[in-house]
Each structure stands twice: as structure tokens, then as C-alpha cells.
């Protein structure tokens, strides 16, 4: 109901005014004691509400997946430790937990995919964040090609497989200490490069900086930065850019 | 020419190794004294070469312009100056130049335009970035709306634009001070949103890392960002969107 | 009219759906070329839209000065340079334009004045931060004691002067380098203290950065932070309190 | 005594220099062996001296527990862990502890609430943070709303409560990531806003510098900025404004 | 006359319950229109104020090196310009300006100096701010070794002169870049060593932080840092030095 | 000997070349497997080599307690552990451990102590710091005054205690937070005041950077800073002060 | 086999199309399923893979030794666990740990040696730092001389060995600290000095940084820099400025 | 004369013993009123002293050009403009000016050049430092290839260069924005590569931070870093590996 509908059906006095103001002020989020589900997100934008574990009570979590679950049937869970995936695997045994990524999520099955978006990694350091990014472009229903451990530090390991690359709609590059995979990929494909910078490294990576000033000053041109260690982010991007390339 | 073409030529010696070699190696950009024109940029990524005009010496800049013209018949040029614009002018008196952007262009007549890409500011002092962002869009053949002046200190200026701004198949969000206005639009809309800092504010903005930092951390799904006040390569990032959303 | 309201109307056909839909959507701004005014913040803030005239061409400034002008009948600009002050004083005679400040207004003549907000500052450098705070509230109608040259260094001169600064509903610190004065008021005034950090120093100061740490990080309780040399900011805020504590 | 009525006393000789010398330079704070109970600050400033509980000894935390109770028959302590609970505790059977917030506290009975606070989080790992504040202005007396969870991914959720939010005295906004609630929240409201970046989030967050300076740098009107994670700090300012605006 | 003295006084009836009143708190500065002229300075710390002359307006300059030189006969600024010299000069003809360290002073003839105090600097560069320091220290009569361009890059020249620096009482270490003269020094000589980073350099100096880090983690003992630039409070404090090892 | 009587030596045949020429090289340190004894610091600074126990291998901090026992009868270690102290207490029974400041020395019974240092802290947490400072001095035979807890959020503490630190040939300021005391101090004593900053805070102090740049960038004269936490630096520094004042 | 010869038996149809497609593209690593071993590195740069250690799963380390054992006959890990260690030392008996420095190889015997690089420390504390460049260099068939103990607070100390230091072909000077071990090397000696700076020290050092802005800020010619506490770095380097040096 | 040699002259003496004293403490640098000349250097460490000439004044400039000139028959000056070039050229008619570098030099005629350097650049903006590299390995005899304008955007144009690249003893990469190329490059040779970050760029490069930490992130081996735009620092240490490889 749009907001003309809505109005026309209070001058036609088929909708109470008390129930159109309800309307125009709440109703699209679930109140619980301890947060505010978003239950408007999927029709706003397209994807339902991903809850982000860490650091959330046990019982909190619990009711959120089940809320969650009976809404839409699954639910995608990131940062979650292996305590937590005890805890919601007992009370959904059909859920799945990955203990690399911190992907802890319950799926329908035989879920189409569509399209195609590749993740690569300069170092195999930055696999765990390359696979929250591909988990999380799989569940919202993308097919992902993972290439990892190309790093520019050797060019032709990232050369034997740049077909691969440039057949993707969107290329999710994941690298940490100097970060400089995104770069050369956004000099030798032509869809966007969703760079992931990683707090892979030591000494003055400074936990990610470096990586993450690398890919802001790119000198290559079609490629986005994400957050540190934001593989989630990076899946969620490249799923809508999937997603448009098919005209979804 | 891939490469499995050209060895079978070798192999059928219509093709001299010599003549193999050359390709093999070079050939894929021009050399200039002060420069390498890369000439194969187009077919690699897309793309025609851009020039960045700033602190490129008057004869270069011309000899830069005369090249790529021959070739294209179009050229693309950012930061430029006003003495800059007028010396391209007089040599091509279909140039255009626009002072507020920075932007000296020589476009081809009546390209079409696809698609829709929406440039949103937090305020007037934003306006620069976002045309360098609107017009490299549009000389790269996207129609664009421009949504100027919206920043989250007025919610309901934002409000009243957000159906046009629904419609794009991505969003750039050109903001200073504290730049949240990519984090409201992330919530809001569907597709990508395309964050680019500016460095618009005083104190301790410290020349845009402020903008940048919000835009990074964005509480929002869907948010990609390019370098402070980075106009080109938003308007770069969100062709390429914009072409993969109408199929080309 | 409440959305209660309007949506009554509505209902009582008294009101048509376009007209309706129509102010629930914009109307509470003025859409200009380069621009919109916010003209619903004074119903929204209590305070209307101050124009901050940096970088603002002359054409855009005077518009905006006419337009504000008529609605509100006085305007209140910071930042202004003595060029544009110049423009906008030849456009209305009555205009005032303090250099020291960058203030440039037009104001009501005999406007009442209340409480009482004091804004000191630790050196001779820091004034002009503190007079846009001052003229700020003034503006505004609160009347303003100044205490300026009151730096920790010489605690003897502060101390001679703080039953005038307790006295006042909400005191302002303006102060660079090291920004101890905040502290020191904190521990002494029972009121709101707003700390302005300045750029005022040099060397390890890194334009402000030290003070605003200073007054981030005050052992003192009480003590809010605006952002370097933001004078403007400090007026505004204190005289939110100053209204409060006044009933209006 | 005010320093004439001393002075005249003196000249009467009805107070003897010795003791006038006494009254001038010390006899407002109370010596302990490791530290100095600053016992005029309820004169001084309206508020008695809290505890910062982090990193004391047991035994050193006890003594001063029992000494302000002695004085005022109540205390507050922030940042407490669950041992230093215990102990206080059991000395004090009336004592509280909230382990969410760190708050422990011994508090009077039927102690009368004025005005109005509204305390608002972006998330609901904010939530910590938040109820340092809140219980911080209850103790002192401060009427509290809470509104949790009202980001601005999900604008929907804060547009339903802010009538509740409109109708406080002050408003305090707490926010980790990128921290733009502030500005959301400053945009729409007539009172204060005090700003609480917390160090939610990951990444280039850098410890909730990325929330700090986003507050600081807000292009909205009437915000000011506390420390990190300082909770007690927002509650402890909330009150003064909350008072002024009470007449209190 | 001590507060206790003054205390007898108005018992004995000799002094006003008034002027007490005046002297407890105020008198020991003199308001100016524009500053507060700390006046008791030279009784509570032994050094008379100091002008800091930069961005002081013209007129103010004066009128301060009037007030000053008419209670002191003498008076030391720093960071003069020229024109500011120029203004200074034509109304006191004895005063001299060293454009190199900015020091603009007039100057009591036949001063007595004591002690030892050694300027030394790693590079020519570093000499301004060591002249700052020097003349400094000379006028509030100090004697003074120069020893300049002795930078580690050619510890021989360090070493040639070495005993002349180990006969001060304090040791003064100006440099930039790196900074490396104060540890080197603070291994060799008995007596403190102020170290004084200098914002000479380039790339990642970032504007003297490199030597300011340094400094303040130097592995030497017996090094105390000073703000970049500062070669005042060099002077200064090696002077509070020197003149307790002279039973000044 | 000096070099030049040794040179007379040679010439007079009185020394071998061989001998000078060891003597010219080396000698001055012992060598052990680990580290090399700087033997002849006492001789050069006047201070004897200290040991920084932190992360030293039991073997090797036994064998450097014994080799500096045996030369000087006395050591001073910084920053040791209880494990450490168990160890060198069991070796030396008569060495003492304070474990709030780490010091862990064996001293010379009844050593004489000369001049007045005094010791200040803003707050209880800055006292470990202080100690370092405090026994650092009296194991090089100055007195020591301790005057804690005396932070400017309340100025009346600090005032009561000024008269004896007044009396002190050099003030040690040690603060966390914001720092402010330093500055405060500087403006009231004439000698020099050496500011410690402390890693004490939360939040934006970003592990004593906050106080390190105020105290940096004091508006105050005669303060010279040490690093964060540099109590035994502070101690040393102070001694070198006092025995000059001395005339040690 | 150079692109020309492989071009050429193309030519001759003594390689197939397809095997030339595949030499040309692939077949210079090694694929492992969860990482590309780089067999072509040694061909390509002179040294053999090199196994970071830290972070690695049990499993993935045994098969990577296991591989780069069965081509080379000899593997070099860094910053290996003494967990690592063992499982490694359990599976190769030949193999050696060296639990200060991190370093786990199975060397070759009887491997020649050549040229000379000398490794010098500030302190003891960075010692394992300068192991571990010591051992690369070594097995990389270097000789090295270690110099450690030599920082600039005791000069001599440096002096004493500078004669076997300017042997050297290359000189790697570790520090943490204020690092100005390096610019004192640089002065003094006539061929490269690699600087190492070491995260050592405590306060403002930030973990290396510190150490990193000294040492790229030094005033002395021939000196450059790798990353904080990058041991195998500067070992590598130095290798291959001996080798040069050795006309290997 | 070696410090043996010395001693067995004052033995024999042949040297009187004043002498040896002068010659052991000074005499290897060469005092000017406003410097000391290093004219030991070029036996020290095999290069002669180079005048930066940044900021020097006209007569001091002039006068170490002559006394250089004097000892050695030329002379190399770094960061000079044109109006310094115009004052040596004047006096010195053989002196050369290379406006884009900034090198301004009086060099001798056929002076033999030995080995092979290659000096790369990311874009044309790193000219001018590349050439300050270049041509001070240039002055000091060796050989340079320039290899310009090949950055990792565009890969193809680095890689028909490699060939050349690697023949050199050692590889200089200059490169600003994100400097990837010093990654790529120390991946493909085996040589050095001496990577130096360029200002070049804008937004969130921070003045060349940001290659800088790019580039001591690197993940490849074999890379040492020089400071932000130091050309000559590379050109420097680029010959000391280049003569190390030629015998020299």
C-alpha cells in the first residue's frame, strides 16, 4: 500500500484514521525487550535481516534466530564462535556452522543461484574473511568462484587464472599487509572490484590501515572499499550488483 | 587475436615468431616521451583512457589530448585548470570545460544514454565532487538525476526525493563533516550506494578522514567507498553498475 | 496542523489526497537552483537556518540572504569574509559585519534578551572563536559575559572572576594549545560547561587536535565537546540550555 | 561563609587568624592515606563525588564506600566488576549492581524524579553504554526514557519515537560504528543532544575514534561530544541540563 | 606580604576588610582591554611575562611593550615578523629584532650573567629555533655555547665538542629528521639534556612528529622534551636549570 | 686520564702503543654473552647503570644483579615482576620489592640525601607511576615529597599543598586523562616541573597519547616532557636537577 | 626455455598448441588445496619459498614442509611456535628450532658460505628480531657477524666493534625504541645499513612506529628501511646485496 | 694515518703530542661561520658531501659551493630552485640546472659510469622524484636505465619492460597513490628493489603515507624503503649496491 493508497482509503473512510496514523508511524519493526527487529528491511532493500552474533547473549540469540526463522523460513547469521553455533544447532539441527568464517546460518534447500562472483585472496591469512564474503554471496543466492593465495607477490599465479576472474559480474578482492590485489585487478577487468582490506600482517599494518589506505588511493579505477575484515559487507555488495547484472 | 589464435597462426606460419614475440610483449599502449598512452585500456576494461589534467605540463596536456582524440574522437579529462581549459579549448574548439567540477571533455554528438544512476549531496559545498562524479557518468552514457543538498541534518529534504532516488540502478552519496548521509541512504534503498568522502568541513574533519571513516564503518549493508573527494571514481564505479544492470 | 490533523481532514474532505500527500512528503523546504532552504527548522529547532557563507558564491549568498531575510526578517551568516560582507551590507544597509568573528547579520532591533551564558577563553588567540560563540547567542537572545584571558597558567586571573561565571546558566571554554581550561572550570561551576578547542598553538598541537583531546579525554565532569574553532556550535548549544533553564 | 563575612569575623576577632588561615587554604577535602575525598564538591557543583571503581583495592574501595555513606547516605560507583560487587555488597546489604553497566550503588528510598532524559541507542550492543547513562541520571534524580536499538540503517524505527524522544529536556544519543545517529537525532530535535560514541563495531573503527569523529564533525546544530564509552559522563551532563531546565 | 601577614593586618585593623577583599582576589594582573596583563608573574615563577608577538594586532603589540617595558624596563617577545619589529623599533629606538630566531627585545645594558648553558643543533636548519632558545636563555641572563651542525650523520664533529658541552649545566639539543642528537648526547654528558624537535625535514617528518617521538622515547636517560619548534620554552626551562645549579 | 696524558705517556714511552691504543678503543664496557655492562656510565654520567628487568631470562637478570652488586654494592632495577623478585630476593636477601611501582633494588644502608623533589599525581591511578619516579630519586639520594591526588577537577586539594611544593628544586607532574595538572603546576612554581604522562583513562586517551600532547603543547613555561609511564625518567631527570641545585 | 624458443618449436610443431597455451599461462606453481605453492620463485628471484609459520594450520604446515623438503631438500620456516616445532621436528629429525628468533629449517649440510654482513642491535630486547634476520641470512649461505648491545646512549660500546662493522658488505642495524642506532651506523660506514626498527620500548612508542619514522626520517645517507620487527626481511635483502657483492 | 700509525709517530716523536690531540679530536671537518663542512665523509664512507639546498641563503649557498668545488672539482646539490640555480650558474659557468629534479650540480667531464641501475615510476607524476634519483646515481658513476609510467594499473606496459628491468644490479620504484609497484616489482626480480613513496595523489594519501605504508606492508621480499619523495636517498643507496656489484 503506497502512501496514496493509503490516503484514499481514509477519504473513502475504508481505513480509520487512528489505524492510518498507526500506519504512517509504526508497524514495520517487531518490538522485542532487547531490540528492535527490522521486519520492513526485506521489502525496503531487498534482503532480510542478518544478525551479526558476537557479543550477544545466549538467550538473546536464541530468540532472535527463532523469531527470524519463523518469518521467513531461514536465517544468516556472521561472527558467530563455536559456543554460539552449540547453542543454535541443538535448537535447529538443520543449521550449519562454519568455524572459518564465523558463518552460522540456517537455509533452504535447493535454493536457485544465479549469476557469478568471484573472490579472490592474496594470501591463504585471508581466507577467512574471503569465505564470510562467499558464504554470505551464496546465501543470498549467487554463484561464488573462489581463487585464493594470488597475491601480486607472484603475478603469474593471479595471471593463469584471470579468465576465471573477468567472467565474474563483480570480483571481491581480499587482501591484507599491502593490499595491493585490488589494484592490479582493477586494471585488468572491466566489472567492479569490491576490495576487502584484512588485519592480515604486522608490524606498521596497524591492524588493517595500510591495507586499507592502499585501496582508497588506488590508482586503478571500479573499485569500492569495504571495512576491515568486512567479508559480510563485501558479500552483501557484490550480491546486489549480481543481482542487477540479472536483472533481478 | 586471443591467445590460443595467435600460437595457431605461429603453428600455420602465417604469423612470424618475431611478429609473435612483438605482441606477445608489447603493443598494448603507445609510447610518448613523457608518458605511455595505455591503448588497450578500452578493450581490457571498458573504458577509454581518462586524463588527469593536475599538474600535467601544457605541452604534454595537448599532446595527450591530440593522441587520444585521433584515436577516439572523445576525450575524457579531470582537475583541470582554468589556463589548462582554455589552451585545449583553443586546439579544439569543441571542447568543453566546466569550472566548477574541473572537468575538459570533447564528447562525441548525440550518445545515447541508458540506465539511471542517482548523485546525492549532504550539502552545496558538495557539489564540485558531485559533478565530477554526474559528468563522468554521463560521458560514459548514463543518464543521471542529480539530487543535491540533502543532508541528514533535514531528514525530510531527503524524504520527499527518495522515490527518484529508489529508481537508480546505484546511488552515489557525496558527503563532508561527518558524511552520514551514505549510512541513511544504505538503510533506504535496494542497490548499491556508493560513498564518497569529501573533504568539506574544518576542524577535525582532518580533510575528509573524518567522512571517510563514518563511511567505512557504516552500520548499513550495501556501501562502497571510493577515495575523498573522489568524484571520478564513484562516477567510474557506478557506470560500471549501471551497465551490468541494462545488460551491456 | 498534526498529522492527526491533517489526516482528520483528509477523512472530512476538507483536505484533498494530492494536497495531502503533497505535505506529508515536501513543502517544508525551498527548493532553489543550488540549494534547499530548510525553512520548517525554526518550527522543528526553534532556531532558523544559519547560513554559513564559506566558499559560497556572491550570486548564491545574497539570494539566500533575501530569501531568509523576508521570511524571518533578520539573518544570522558566520564565516563571512570581509568581501562578501561587503556585497551583503550593500544590499541591506542595516547589515552588521564584525571581521574578527567572520559575523555577518542583519538582526531585529530590540530584541529582548535573557539568562545569562559565560564564555571565557584561555588566551588573546582564542577570542575570535569565542565572539562567534558569543554573537551566536546573543542572536539568539541570551545575554553573554565575557571573561577572556583566564588560562591556567595564571589561575589567580580566573579565580578573580569566577562568581561571574558561576553565575551564568551554562559557561563556555574556549581554548587551544592545551586546552586545560575546560578541566579547571568543570571541577569549579555546578552548570554545563561546553569546551571549544581552537587551533590555536603550534608544533605537537596538529591544529587542534590537542586540545580537543584535552577536552574529550577531562577528569572534570560536566563537560561537553564541539568540534575545533567551532564557535558557532558552543553559542548554539548553550543557548538550548540557557532557553531551558529560562522556561522558554 | 563567604570570604567578606570571614574577613569581617577576623576584623571583629571573633575568628582567630590561625583559623581563618585554616578556612582559606584547606579543610574542603578529607585525607585518606592513598587518596583525598574531595568533600566539597556537592557544594561546589550540585553533585557528590562518584566512584570510579576500575583498578582500586578491595580494602581501598571499602573505606571510601563507607565514608560517603557516613556523609550522604548514598553512593554511586561506576565500572565495577562483579568482585568488587560482591564485597561492597556484603558491607552493604542495601547496595545494588547492575552488571550490564557496571553501576554499583547504595541509594536513599523514595528519592523524587524531575523532568525528563531520553537516552537513545543506534544498536543494542550500544545498550551497555546506554544504561550507564541512564542510571547515572536517576541517581541524581533524572526522569529516564529509554529507546534502544533505532540506528539510522532502519530511520522507520527512530521516526516512530520521537514524539517520546521531542518531549525530553535533553536527549542523549549513543552510537558505536559509524556513529551517525547524532546527527539524525540533532536534525529533529529542539534540545540539547548529547553525544556517546562507543567502541562498538571492528575494523577501521580504531576503538570508537571513527564514532568520535563523526560526532564531532556533525553537520547538525546543537551537539556535544563526550568521551568513549563515557556514559557516566553524558548522564552526569544530562542532569545539569535537566535541572536548569527543572529550576532545580 | 603573605597571606597570613595580610591577616593580622585586618585584625589589627591596619587594612580594610575592602582591600583585603581586592587583594585576596584580584591585583595581580592588570586588565587591558584587549588581554589581562599577568603581573604578579615575576614574583611567583622569577621571569617577567613574555610576549608571544605572533598574530598579535598592531596596535595591542604597542601597547603591551609599553605596559611592560614601563613597569620591568625590559621586554623579551618572541616570534616577531618584521613589520611587527619595524613598528616596535620606531617607538622604543633600543630595541633589537634578530629576524633569524624572530626574538624582538628590549633590554636592560650590563646585565650580570651566570652559568653555563650549551645550544647545540644537528643540522644548519635547526638554527632559528636555536637562536629562539639562546637569546632566550641570554636574557634572562644566561651564559651560552653554541654548537651547531653537529648532527650524527658525522659524530666526529659531536665528538671534537664534546667538552665544552659536559662544563654546562644544561645541555639543549635542537634537531629535526630524525632526531637522533638527544639520545646520542644524553649517553655522553652528566647534566640534563632538553631536547627540542625541530619541524625541519621532509616526507614522513609529518611537521616534527618524527623527532618528537624520538625524543620521547629516547633510550638515554636524563632527557626531558619540549613542543616542536619551541625554542622559548627551551630557553626557559635551561635557565630554571642553570640558575638553580648558580643558587639563583 | 685524560687523552692528553696519556699522549705524554706514550711520548714518554711510559705507556705502550698497544696499550694506548686499547685504552683509546675499548675497555670502558664488559662484555658479557648477552649484553655489554656500559661499566663506565657512572664515571660519564654520574649515574650507575640501571637494570629495565622486563623480559630478561631469570639467568641473565641474576648474573647482571651480581655483576653490578659486586662493583657498585647497590642496584636499581625498574619495572620487575613478582617472579623476578622472588628470584633476586632468594639470591639477596637483602633486596627489597615494591611491587606497586615494580622497583626492585638492593641498596647501601644509610646513604645520605640531599635537595627536595616533589612528587605530585592528579589521581589515585597515577600513583604506581609516581612511586617509580619517587624511588627512582631516592635511590640517587635526593628527598623526596609525595603530594597525590591533587588533580585540577578540584583545584582546592592542589591549592592547600602549593607552599611545599614550592619549596622543591623540581616538581614532578604525573597525569593521565587530559593532563592538565602539568600546566597548572608550571603557572605557579618557579622551577622546572617535569610532566609524566600516564596511560590512565578510557577512550579517546588512546593509551596516554591525550595527556602526553597536552603537556606537550602546555601553555605554562618551565615544563619539560618525559614518555608515557616514564616514572623512572621523571626520577631521573629530577635527581640531575637537584643535584645541581645542590651543587653535587 | 625463453617465449622465443618456446615460439619457435611452435613454429616447428615440436609443441603442440595446447602445451604452449599452458606454459605460457600455468605450470609455475604448484596447486594445493589450500594454497599455490610458488615453484617457480627460486628460478625467478634466486630463493626458495619461505614458510610464514604463524597462524598456519598443523596440517597445511606438515604438507607444505613435505613439498618444499621433496623439490629443494631443505625448507626454511619464520615465526614458528615451539607447537609447530615439534610437529614438524617429530615428522623431519634433521629439523632445528631456534625458539627465540622463530626460526624452524631443515637445512642442507656442509652448504658453502660467502661474504660478509654484520647484524647490530640497540639493546638485548632486540635480539630476537635480529636472529632471525641472522639465520635467514645464513641460510641463504651468508656469514654473518653479530654485534649486539650497541645502542647510542653508550657510544663506545659502537666504537669498540665499528672496525669488524665497515667489513661487512651490508649492515642491518635492529632498534627499538627512539631507533637512532641506524643514522649513527649510516654516518659512519660505506655501505648499506638495512634498518630493522623493533616494536621494543613502552609509552609513545607505539608498537614500532616510533622506531619506523626515525629510521625513515634519517639525516645519514645509504640507509633503508623494512618493516617493525621484519627480521626475515632484512635478512633476505642483505643476501642479496652480499651476493652481489660476491658476483654470485 | 691510522690511529697506530699516529701513536708510534708520538712514540718516535716525530708528532708532537699537541698535534695528536688535533688530529685525534678534530680536523676532518672543516669549520664555517654558519656550518661544518664534513670533508672527511668521502673517506669515511666513499661519497662526498652533498649540499641540500632547500632554504639555505644565497651567501651561504654560494660559499659551499665554492669550498666543495675548491677540494673536489664538483659538486652535487640537491633540492634547488631557480633562483639558487641562477646564483651558482653564474659564478660556476659549467654548472648544470635540471629544473624538473631540482639537481643542480658542477660535475666533472667523462667521468667513467660502471653496472646498471633501473629507475621505475608508477605514473608521470613521479618523474621529478625519480629523477632526483637517477641523476644522483648518475653523478656518482653509475649507470641508470629510466623505465617510466609502468604501474599496475595497467600491467602489460611493466611487463614488456621486465627484461631490462631485471639486468639491473638493482631496481629503484617510485611510486605515489596506493604504490603498489614496488610489490609487483620485488616479485619478479631478484635484485633489490628500493622502493621510494611519492606525495603524489590526493585524498586519503596523507601527503605519501600511504604509499609508504603500502610499501613497508609489502608482502613480496627483497624490499627496503627510503622516506617519502627522497629520490636521492635512493640514488644514494642504490649506488653503494651497485658499486658493491661492480667490485667497487
Known sequence: MTVREMLEQVR??????????????????????FAKLDTSRKARTGFAEVVYCSRKADSHLLEIYRRLYE??????????????AEIICQAFPQAE????????KIEK??????GRIAVCTAGTADIPVAEEAARTAEFFSSYVDRIYDV????????????KTIEQANCVIAVAGMEGALAS?????????????????????NFHGLSALLTMINSCANGIAVVNIDNGYGAGYLATQINRLACQV
Do not use: C, F, W
Open 97 to 104: 556452522y562454519d568455524a572459518l568464517s564465523g558463518i552460522l
Open 109 to 114: 534447500e535447493d535454493k536457485p543461484h544465479i
Open 71 to 84: 518469518r521467513d523460513g531461514e536465517v544468516l547469521g556472521t561472527r558467530a564462535n563455536s559456543h554460539q
Open 184 to 204: 592490479v585487478l582493477g586494471g585488468m577487468v572491466s566489472h567492479p572490484v569490491i576490495a576487502v582490506p584484512t588485519s592480515v600482517g604486522y608490524g606498521a
Open 151 to 162: 597475491g601480486v607477490s607472484g603475478m603469474h599465479r593471479l595471471m593463469s587464472r584471470i
Open 12 to 33: 473513502d473512510q475504508t481505513l480509520s484514521v487512528q489505524e492510518a496514523e498507526r500506519i504512517l508511524e509504526k508497524e514495520n519493526y517487531q518490538e522485542m525487550e
